[in-house]
C-alpha cells in the first residue's frame, strides 16, 4: 500500500466509525427521550463518538509512522477524519429522519417556546422567536441547507480533539506504542 493511501484509509475507516458511532448514540437517546434532547447530551455523545478519531490518529502514528508523527501531519488526519465522520453523521441523521419522520425542528421550536413562557418571558418575545423558528423550519426544509447546517454540528466537536490529538500525539513518549514483547 503507498504511503498516501495510508492516511486515507485511516481518515475513511475511523471517521466512518466515528460519524456511525456519534448518530447511533444520539438515535438512542432520541428513541428513550434521555434528557430532553439536552444539547449538551448531544455534544457529549459528538465528543465521546469522536474520540475514535484520537484511536485513528495514534494508531497511524504508532503503524505506520514508526511511532513518530509531527503535529501537521497528525491534525490534517484529523481534520480528514472529522470531514468523514461529518458526512456519515449527516447521512445516518438524514436516514434516521426518513425512516422515522422524526420532525427535530417542531420539538426544538416546541421546548424553547414552552421555556421562554415558562420563564415568563413577553409575548411580542414569545411571537418573534416562533416566526424565526418558523423560517428556520422553512429553510431546513430544503436538504441543501439542512445538510450542511447538520455537518456543522459535529465539525467543531472534530476540529477540537483533532487539535488536541496531534497536541498530545506529536509526542512520541506520549501513551508509546509497545512492541510484541512490552517493551520499546
Not at 12 to 21: C, D, E, F, R, S
Given at each position: 500500500m503507498s504511503a498516501a493511501a495510508r492516511p486515507t484509509r485511516h481518515a475513511?475507516?475511523?471517521?466512518?466509525?466515528?460519524?456511525?458511532?456519534?448518530?447511533?448514540?444520539?438515535?438512542?437517546?432520541?428513541?428513550v427521550d434521555i434528557a430532553g434532547h439536552s444539547m449538551w447530551l448531544g455534544y457529549l455523545v459528538m465528543?465521546?463518538?469522536l474520540s475514535?478519531?484520537?484511536?485513528?490518529?495514534?494508531?497511524?502514528r504508532d503503524v505506520?509512522?514508526?511511532?513518530?508523527?509531527?503535529?501537521?501531519?497528525?491534525?490534517?488526519?484529523?481534520?480528514?477524519i472529522t470531514v468523514v465522520a461529518a458526512i456519515a453523521y449527516?447521512?445516518?441523521?438524514?436516514?434516521?429522519?426518513?425512516?422515522?419522520?422524526?420532525?427535530?425542528?417542531?420539538?426544538?421550536s416546541r421546548s424553547t417556546l414552552d421555556d421562554m413562557r415558562a420563564?415568563?418571558?413577553?409575548?411580542?418575545?414569545?411571537?418573534?422567536?416562533?416566526?424565526?423558528?418558523?423560517?428556520?423550519?422553512?429553510q431546513m426544509r430544503n436538504p441543501l441547507l439542512r445538510?450542511?447546517?447538520?455537518?456543522?454540528?459535529?465539525?467543531?466537536?472534530?476540529?477540537?480533539?483533532?487539535?488536541v490529538s496531534a497536541a498530545l500525539l506529536r509526542n512520541p513518549g506520549f501513551l508509546p506504542a509497545h512492541g510484541p514483547r512490552g517493551g520499546n
Open positions: 475513511l475507516v475511523y471517521g466512518a466509525l466515528a460519524g456511525a458511532t456519534a448518530i447511533a448514540l444520539i438515535c438512542v437517546t432520541l428513541s465528543l465521546a463518538a475514535l478519531l484520537f484511536v485513528g490518529v495514534k494508531r497511524y505506520e509512522c514508526g511511532g513518530v508523527i509531527r503535529f501537521g501531519p497528525a491534525f490534517a488526519l484529523g481534520l480528514a449527516a447521512a445516518g441523521w438524514e436516514l434516521y429522519v426518513a425512516l422515522t419522520g422524526y420532525d427535530f425542528m417542531a420539538d426544538y420563564n415568563g418571558a413577553a409575548p411580542a418575545a414569545i411571537a418573534a422567536q416562533a416566526a424565526e423558528l418558523s423560517a428556520l423550519s422553512a445538510i450542511p447546517m447538520i455537518m456543522a454540528e459535529i465539525l467543531p466537536v472534530g476540529l477540537v480533539v483533532a487539535l
